[in-house]
T-cell receptor, first 114, second 114 residues
Framework: QKEVEQNSGPLSVPEGAIASLNCTYS??????FFWYRQYSGKSPELIMF????GDKEDGRFTAQLNKASQYVSLLIRDSQPSDSATYLCAVRSAGGTSYGKLTFGQGTILTVHP | DVKVTQSSRYLVKRTGEKVFLECVQD?????MFWYRQDPGLGLRLIYFSYDVKMKEKGDIPEGYSVSREKKERFSLILESASTNQTSMYLCASSQPGTTVLKQYFGPGTRLTVT
């Protein structure tokens, strides 16, 4: 089993719909959870992070964390064509020597069509 | 503005050549990372460094080495390039002690080994 696994894509949604991206992780001691967005030919950029169980909202983006079930999700409301990208889930494990080391999922390609 | 730069965007090398990939950050970050990104596999950590001359193996260090002689520069070395090292290589940096431990990525180097 992969340490961090994302729902298989690609995911295609119509403009204005809600896009739902899911991620599960195997290390129960994981502390921090991140969503990166990567446009084609570009490098990843951080769009959301979450530490505590529950929801965290930032504009059209909502990150949801459930540590008991070991999953984290990203909801994008009112999806726009400019949201079309690969979304990477990343997890930071526990441990004092992690030095901010992240483990990434394989990514989910999202396409928002007009 | 935060900046991570990589020496080349595209590189073509022959099997058996020694290859150097350079990464420079101007944020005075202590942590630096080298990843490779392959379709369907996400980002996989090769090596990371948490201080000058300090390094730790990531998840896939075989066939690679690194050097960090100065804080701002982190080099990835392929001692004898092989075709299975054809990939996109991404460098990142982050600052420990911050809440988010956000990783800033460089533009990437697409390496082709023939």
């Amino acid at each position: 089993q992969k340490e961090v696994e994302q729902n298989s894509g690609p995911l295609s949604v119509p403009e204005g719909a809600i896009a739902s991206l899911n991620c599960t992780y195997s290390d129960r001691g994981s502390q921090s959870f991140f969503w990166y967005r990567q446009y084609s030919g570009k490098s990843p950029e951080l769009i959301m992070f979450i530490y505590s169980n529950g929801d965290k909202e930032d504009g059209r983006f909502t990150a949801q964390l459930n540590k008991a079930s070991q999953y984290v999700s990203l909801l994008i409301r009112d999806s726009q064509p400019s949201d079309s990208a690969t979304y990477l889930c990343a997890v930071r494990s526990a441990g004092g020597t992690s030095y901010g080391k992240l483990t990434f999922g394989q990514g989910t390609i999202l396409t928002v069509h007009p | 503005d935060v900046k991570v730069t990589q020496s080349s965007r595209y590189l073509v090398k022959r099997t058996g050549e020694k290859v150097f990939l350079e990464c420079v950050q101007d944020m005075d970050h202590e942590n630096m990372f080298w990843y490779r990104q392959d379709p369907g596999l996400g980002l996989r950590l090769i090596y990371f460094s948490y201080d000058v001359k300090m390094k730790e193996k990531g998840d896939i260090p075989e066939g690679y080495s690194v050097s960090r002689e100065k804080k701002e520069r982190f080099s990835l070395i392929l001692e004898s390039a092989s075709t299975n090292q054809t990939s996109m290589y991404l460098c990142a940096s982050s600052q420990p002690g911050t809440t988010v431990l956000k990783q800033y990525f460089g533009p990437g180097t697409r390496l082709t080994v023939t």
